[in-house]
């Protein structure tokens, strides 16, 4: 279902230091999963995706780790860097209903310089 | 490629009038295209999926005689938000499904902001 929360989880790290975001998905049906990078007062940015299929992808700098059984998601980033300051979102796609995507409640980074 | 424009991307209007966003991808044809609505410090809270050619489908709560909804073509997508109340102040985001390797992947436009005064 839908996620609505009036205070966003923080997670402060510094410069050069990896970063690690959990999210806690749903939908025990959902089989692709996406993480967003959302920036103050802009659209969510596609970082990476992952099926059911798997249990690791990486990307540059990022990797994505899933596991089906306890319903968890992360998200790691290497070498955290002040850019990479903004709310991460984790999405799925639920019964796969028309394509929609239930989005998680988002986490805010602070890159600490 | 991949990008997702929306027009305006900040509006302010009087209480009563209506307000018309634009969704448009640039480099792509979407069949689908999904409006959300965001308040502060909240997570992207689905109002409807639009497909081109047909009717929107409304999430449940979402008035559609409120929220009316076009998808002309398959590269716009319009949400017309009517008789606009400063309860629906908020941050419109619309994404464009384009088929890819997973089909699934959504695509985000940088934002509308209403503030209705």
């Known amino acids: 279902g839908e996620s609505v929360g009036l205070h966003l989880p923080t997670l402060s790290v510094q410069e050069g230091d990896n970063s690690i975001i959990n999210c806690a998905y749903s939908?025990?049906?959902?089989?692709?999963f996406i993480w967003y990078k959302q920036e103050s007062g802009k659209g969510p940015q596609f970082i990476i995706d992952i099926r059911s299929n798997m249990d690791k992808r990486q990307g540059q700098r990022v990797t994505v780790l899933l596991n089906k059984t306890v319903k968890h998601l992360s998200l790691q980033i290497a070498a955290t860097q002040p850019g990479d300051s903004a709310v991460y979102f984790c999405a799925e796609n639920g019964d796969n209903q028309g394509g929609k995507l239930i989005f998680g409640q988002g986490t805010e980074l602070s890159v600490k310089p | 490629g991949a990008v997702v424009s929306q027009h305006p991307s900040w509006v302010i209007c009087k209480s009563g009038t209506s307000v018309k966003i634009e969704c448009r991808s640039l480099d792509f044809q979407a069949t689908t295209m999904f409006w959300y609505r965001q308040f502060p410090k909240q997570s992207l809270m689905l109002m409807a999926t639009?497909?081109?050619?047909?009717?929107?489908?409304?999430e449940q709560g979402v008035e559609k005689d409120k929220f009316l909804i076009n998808h002309a073509s398959l590269t716009l997508s319009t949400l017309t938000v009517t008789s606009a109340h400063p309860e629906d102040s908020s941050f419109y985001i619309c994404s464009a499904r384009r088929a890819s390797g997973t089909g699934e992947t959504q695509y985000f436009g940088p934002g509308t902001r209403l503030l209705v005064l």
């Open positions: 939908n025990s049906a959902s089989d692709y």
């Open positions: 639009s497909n081109e050619g047909s009717k929107a489908t409304y």
